[in-house]
T-cell receptor, first 110, second 111 residues
Framework: NAGVTQTPKFRILKIGQSMTLQCTQD?????MYWYRQDPGMGLKLIYY???????DKGEVPNGYNVSRSTTEDFPLRLELAAPSQTSVYFC?????????FGPGTRLLVL | GNSVTQMEGPVTLSEEAFLTINCTYT??????LFWYVQYPGEGLQLLLK?????DKGSNKGFEATYRKETTSFHLEKGSVQVSDSAVYFC??????????FGQGTELSVKP
């Protein structure tokens, strides 16, 4: 049971480039989330999904997009990277009230 | 809306010292409360939770009691170890079903 996995672990992007952060869970959870973690700021919700085919915006969705074609996968897309998107990104899935987090993707936009 | 406030870090303690990390919340109703821990280089993992007033969550020697009167959920441990060095997050669900996190408190335990 791998839990929640994320790729890549680390990435450097140039301003204006695009990329997709991958997230997969093998626990058959319906709820999935994307957060960003900035130093000293806790976690902010970017997007979430309550099941395949259903996504919704969180607190800080601007500059990001998501899709949920399967229960397992919940990729996060950055279309035009900006320095303000430098952060650590965490994907999570949920069972009951407990959220299970992936190891994170550290993104640096220069 | 609901919010969670934690004491600022970093907190530096010697091994076997007593730990308290304060957490207070504002909420409509009585949401479940959580402590998550983030070890270096890893994602967050649930440490403990409490689902109603006066409940005590406990795990790995850590405890926290849901205090409705003071709207608090302080994390305590009687004797910390070097391996407890991590960032600790207090959290609560808001009315929209989203988990709201405090800003995190970094704990460093020295041998």
């Amino acid at each position: 049971n791998a839990g929640v996995t994320q790729t890549p672990k680390f990435r450097i992007l140039k301003i204006g480039q695009s990329m997709t952060l991958q997230c997969t869970q093998d626990m058959n959870h319906n709820y999935m989330y994307w957060y960003r973690q900035d130093p000293g700021m806790g976690l902010k919700l970017i997007y979430y999904s309550v099941g395949a085919g259903i996504t919704d915006k969180g607190e800080v969705p601007n500059g990001y997009n998501v899709s949920r074609s399967t229960t397992e996968d919940f990729p996060l897309r950055l279309e035009l990277a900006a320095p303000s998107q430098t952060s650590v990104y965490f994907c999570a899935s949920r069972a009951g009230e407990t959220q299970y987090f992936g190891p994170g993707t550290r993104l640096l936009v220069l | 809306g609901n919010s969670v406030t934690q004491m600022e870090g970093p907190v530096t303690l010697s091994e076997e010292a007593f730990l308290t990390i304060n957490c207070t919340y504002t909420a409509t109703g009585y949401p479940s409360l959580f402590w998550y821990v983030q070890y270096p280089g890893e994602g967050l993992q649930l440490l403990l939770k409490a689902t109603k007033a006066d409940d005590k969550g406990s795990n790995k020697g850590f405890e926290a009691t849901y205090r409705k009167e003071t709207t608090s959920f302080h994390l305590e441990k009687g004797s910390v170890q070097v391996s407890d060095s991590a960032v600790y997050f207090c959290a609560a669900y808001n009315q929209g079903g989203k988990l709201i996190f405090g800003q995190g408190t970094e704990l460093s335990v020295k041998p």
